[in-house]
């Protein structure tokens, strides 16, 4: 079952902000008016937005802001836990304020990313897996083909499997 885009609530939000306030704090980071729009923005959305969409979204409410630094803040926000860089098949990177455990479908046509449900995929265990000393922090699972719009649409997009 893929999720359908749904609201986020005001409290995911603020929850958000206030778990970057500590985490900034934590490593000595700047609590920037910044860094707070763009955890707002993309904490406020549910489709997996590219730097590039956030910095479409905040330009005109933060004076100064630069594509650069929508880039920057949002690694910042990756290897402080408070969101997730998501691979898909365009090889933009998209990101999710979600750090919880979850899978992607990722639409080869339209590019849309959408959440899986989790409890429709069990959890993956590497420990039998010859990883020749290879360390797994994290996995997920993207599911690569055609969202119900672009299949609605009559979109026969071939994918190249190798």
Do not use: W
């Not at 893929?2 to 500590?22: C, N, R, Y």
């Not at 639409?107 to 590497?126: A, M």
């Amino acid at each position: 079952m893929i999720l359908q885009t749904m609201p986020i609530k005001d409290e995911f939000v603020s929850a958000k902000i206030k778990l970057m306030e500590e985490r900034c704090r934590k490593n000595g980071l700047s609590l920037t008016i910044q860094r707070r729009a763009i955890l707002e923005n993309l904490s406020s959305r549910k489709d997996h937005p590219t730097a590039d969409q956030i910095y479409a979204a905040i330009q005109d409410r933060v004076a100064g802001v630069s594509r650069t630094t929508v880039y920057r803040v949002l690694e910042t926000f990756v290897q402080l836990g408070l969101a997730q860089k998501i691979s898909n098949p365009e090889a933009k990177a998209r990101f999710d304020a979600d750090t919880t455990r979850h899978h992607h479908a990722a639409c080869v046509s339209c590019e849309k990313v959408l959440d899986i449900d989790p409890s429709i995929l069990p959890d993956i265990d590497l420990s039998k897996a010859d990883l020749k000393g290879f360390q797994v922090f994290d996995c997920s699972v993207v599911a690569i083909g055609l969202c119900s719009d672009c299949s609605a649409n009559g979109v026969s997009r071939s994918y190249q499997i190798n």
